[in-house]
């Protein structure tokens, strides 16, 4: 019967199926229980694997840690609050209306703007992403005769273009930051107005 | 020839007060939706469609009998923790003082779900749609539709249970989507978030309440305005465009905002792109550049760019 038992559980201990009579015999036996671990254990040195597997009284180890363990907060939360306590000498609006201070949180609350800016020229129409309806003019607009020195003239030219591009594409995003931190203020600047005036006015131009 | 124009008239008559009970169960739903956003405690996680773009936050809100709190949280970018509580609206730098302004919503959030109805119901009629069902729920379709030409119309799904949007699109004029805001998670719960509870009871920097400083006087003029807009008196001043700005207007019709900056010619050609449902018009002659930014129609971007004179 030993012999039979080992041949089954050595077999196990390799990972190869048990049957129902043998799962419900080692259930059953302490010592079968014990004899595979043994098996186990003896598979892992001989597969050199670095550590034999967790003791016994690991669950148990593991369940008065975790009773031990104070409740956490969730991260985000706890980083905000210590992230809060560094930087409450006072509020940026002293300096918020420094371009840098201003930059900031238009960096981060805008910087959606310069990819869909970016976007919407280079990627195909559909639904939700439509074309610019107005195309862009090519400032070369002239017409000159084939040449050799024309493609090198029309490079420099596209180039030029591409460049200009890029710089009128800084130059919108700046203003698109600066529309967003107006709608940001605004209901500030009208309450401050309100404060200052019996009422409001009409700005005319 | 009596009793046919009598028929006509009751036709006429059902037809109109079906019409306007439609549109008072449409606004129905909006104070619904707007109780939702308002007053119950919950966490939830959106995103924005721009085109191919997603950009993902995570959105709570709680309210007890004296507070109200809510997070706003980017998920996906480097962007700005922004809170408010009460009528205070802070943007938590990283190794910065926060940013305060005075305000009674997030303005990153869609302005419709906390603007009053009364502005709303003046640019938009409410018609209630037919019910779907969405991520697992039963949603119900409101449409706003916008009374004048040129302003962007708005559909919203509500969640049939509690009021709470699920998806809101922005349709163009001819009812192309330009920007999709969907719910991906939504919980609803008795109490306050717990990572609200911190929040509510840290201490915050206090608002540093400067004179506002006002743009100086405008060289230009803005010879016309969109239906609804009027402009918005002494807006803030843009102190890092200050070097290339000749003038600047800022309107508003109470739920939209846009921008008209003049600055000198940089001789590029007239353009107009689109960020979803933002438009962004610039337009150039000899000496000047005229650029429109707001959510309003290419269309009335350019009128509002040819009145500066």
Same mark, same amino acid.
Request: aromatic share 8%.
């Given at each position: 019967m030993s012999s039979e038992n080992q041949d089954w559980l050595s077999a196990a201990s390799d990972n190869?199926?048990?049957?129902?009579?043998?799962?419900?015999?080692?259930?059953?036996?302490?010592?079968?229980?014990?004899?595979?671990?043994?098996?186990?254990?003896?598979?892992?040195?001989?597969?050199? +694997?670095?550590?034999?597997?967790? @003791?016994?009284?690991?669950?148990?180890?593991?369940?008065?840690?975790?009773?031990?363990?104070?409740?956490?907060?969730?991260?985000?939360?706890?980083?905000?609050?210590?992230?809060?306590?560094?930087?409450?000498?006072?509020?940026?609006? $002293?300096?918020?209306? *420094?371009?840098?201070? #201003? $930059?900031?949180?238009?960096?981060?609350?805008?910087?959606?703007?310069?990819?869909?800016?970016?976007?919407? *020229?280079? *990627?195909?129409?559909?639904?939700?992403? @439509?074309? @610019?309806?107005?195309?862009?003019?090519?400032?070369?607009?002239?017409?000159?005769?084939?040449?050799?020195?024309?493609?090198?003239?029309?490079?420099?030219?596209? +180039?030029?273009?591409?460049?200009?591009?890029?710089?009128?594409?800084?130059?919108?995003?700046?203003?698109?930051?600066?529309?967003?931190?107006?709608?940001?203020?605004?209901? #500030?600047?009208?309450?401050?107005?309100?404060?200052?005036?019996?009422? @409001?006015?009409?700005?005319?131009? | 020839m009596m009793r046919f124009s009598g028929v006509c008239s009751a036709i006429v008559i059902v037809m109109l007060s079906g019409a306007v009970s439609a549109e008072q169960?449409?606004?129905?739903?909006?104070?619904?939706?707007?109780?939702?956003? &308002?007053?119950?405690?919950?966490?939830?996680?959106?995103?924005?469609? &721009?085109?191919? =773009?997603?950009?993902?936050?995570?959105?709570?809100?709680? =309210?007890?009998?004296?507070?109200? /709190?809510?997070?706003? /949280?980017?998920?996906?970018?480097?962007?700005?923790?922004?809170?408010?509580?009460?009528?205070?609206?802070?943007?938590?730098?990283?190794?910065?003082?926060?940013?305060?302004?005075?305000?009674?919503?997030?303005?990153?959030?869609?302005?419709?779900?906390?603007?009053? =109805?009364?502005?709303?119901?003046?640019?938009?009629?409410?018609?209630a749609g037919s019910s779907s069902v969405m991520s697992g729920r039963n949603a119900q379709l409101l449409r706003l539709t916008a009374k004048q030409g040129g302003r962007y119309h708005y559909w919203l799904w509500l969640d049939a249970q509690t009021g709470f949007p699920l998806r809101i699109d922005t349709l163009s004029d001819n009812q192309h989507a330009l920007e999709r805001w969907l719910v991906t998670h939504m919980q609803i719960s008795a109490e306050l978030p717990e990572n609200l509870r911190a929040l509510m009871a840290a201490e915050l920097p206090q608002p540093v309440d400067n004179p506002v400083q006002a743009l100086p006087d405008s060289s230009h003029q803005l010879t016309w305005l969109p239906d609804g807009y009027q402009q918005v008196a002494e807006p803030a001043s843009i102190p890092q465009l200050e070097n290339s700005l000749l003038s600047y207007w800022l309107l508003s019709d109470g739920l939209h905002q846009v921008s008209v900056f003049v600055q000198n010619s940089q001789r590029l050609p007239t353009q107009a792109y689109r960020d979803g449902a933002t438009t962004i018009y610039v337009q150039t002659n000899a000496q000047l550049e005229v650029t429109v930014i707001g959510p309003v129609s290419i269309e009335t971007a350019r009128q509002l760019a040819a009145a500066v004179r």
């Amino acid at each position: 019967m030993s012999s039979e038992n080992q041949d089954w559980l050595s077999a196990a201990s390799d990972n190869q199926p048990l049957g129902k009579a043998q799962l419900d015999s080692l259930l059953s036996s302490a010592e079968l229980q014990h004899k595979l671990e043994r098996y186990q254990t003896i598979g892992a040195v001989l597969r050199r +694997e670095a550590k034999s597997p967790l @003791p016994d009284h690991f669950a148990n180890d593991f369940a008065t840690l975790l009773d031990a363990e104070p409740a956490y907060q969730l991260q985000s939360s706890a980083g905000l609050l210590t992230r809060i306590r560094a930087g409450l000498v006072q509020a940026a609006n $002293g300096r918020w209306l *420094q371009p840098v201070a #201003q $930059g900031a949180v238009a960096a981060g609350v805008a910087l959606m703007a310069v990819f869909g800016v970016q976007q919407y *020229q280079q *990627q195909a129409p559909d639904m939700l992403n @439509p074309q @610019p309806l107005l195309q862009t003019q090519p400032i070369a607009g002239f017409a000159t005769p084939v040449s050799l020195s024309q493609t090198t003239v029309s490079d420099r030219f596209a +180039e030029q273009e591409q460049q200009a591009m890029l710089e009128q594409q800084k130059r919108l995003q700046a203003l698109l930051n600066a529309h967003r931190q107006q709608v940001r203020v605004m209901e #500030q600047a009208q309450q401050a107005k309100h404060n200052s005036t019996d009422g @409001p006015e009409q700005n005319e131009p | 020839m009596m009793r046919f124009s009598g028929v006509c008239s009751a036709i006429v008559i059902v037809m109109l007060s079906g019409a306007v009970s439609a549109e008072q169960a449409g606004w129905q739903l909006f104070d619904k939706v707007q109780h939702a956003v &308002k007053h119950y405690n919950f966490d939830t996680s959106f995103v924005v469609l &721009k085109g191919g =773009k997603v950009d993902t936050y995570r959105w709570l809100h709680g =309210k007890t009998a004296e507070q109200e /709190i809510e997070h706003l /949280i980017p998920l996906d970018t480097s962007g700005v923790d922004i809170l408010r509580r009460d009528a205070l609206v802070y943007y938590l730098l990283t190794e910065r003082p926060a940013f305060v302004t005075r305000s009674a919503s997030i303005p990153e959030l869609p302005a419709l779900l906390f603007e009053d =109805k009364d502005i709303i119901s003046r640019l938009y009629h409410a018609v209630a749609g037919s019910s779907s069902v969405m991520s697992g729920r039963n949603a119900q379709l409101l449409r706003l539709t916008a009374k004048q030409g040129g302003r962007y119309h708005y559909w919203l799904w509500l969640d049939a249970q509690t009021g709470f949007p699920l998806r809101i699109d922005t349709l163009s004029d001819n009812q192309h989507a330009l920007e999709r805001w969907l719910v991906t998670h939504m919980q609803i719960s008795a109490e306050l978030p717990e990572n609200l509870r911190a929040l509510m009871a840290a201490e915050l920097p206090q608002p540093v309440d400067n004179p506002v400083q006002a743009l100086p006087d405008s060289s230009h003029q803005l010879t016309w305005l969109p239906d609804g807009y009027q402009q918005v008196a002494e807006p803030a001043s843009i102190p890092q465009l200050e070097n290339s700005l000749l003038s600047y207007w800022l309107l508003s019709d109470g739920l939209h905002q846009v921008s008209v900056f003049v600055q000198n010619s940089q001789r590029l050609p007239t353009q107009a792109y689109r960020d979803g449902a933002t438009t962004i018009y610039v337009q150039t002659n000899a000496q000047l550049e005229v650029t429109v930014i707001g959510p309003v129609s290419i269309e009335t971007a350019r009128q509002l760019a040819a009145a500066v004179r």
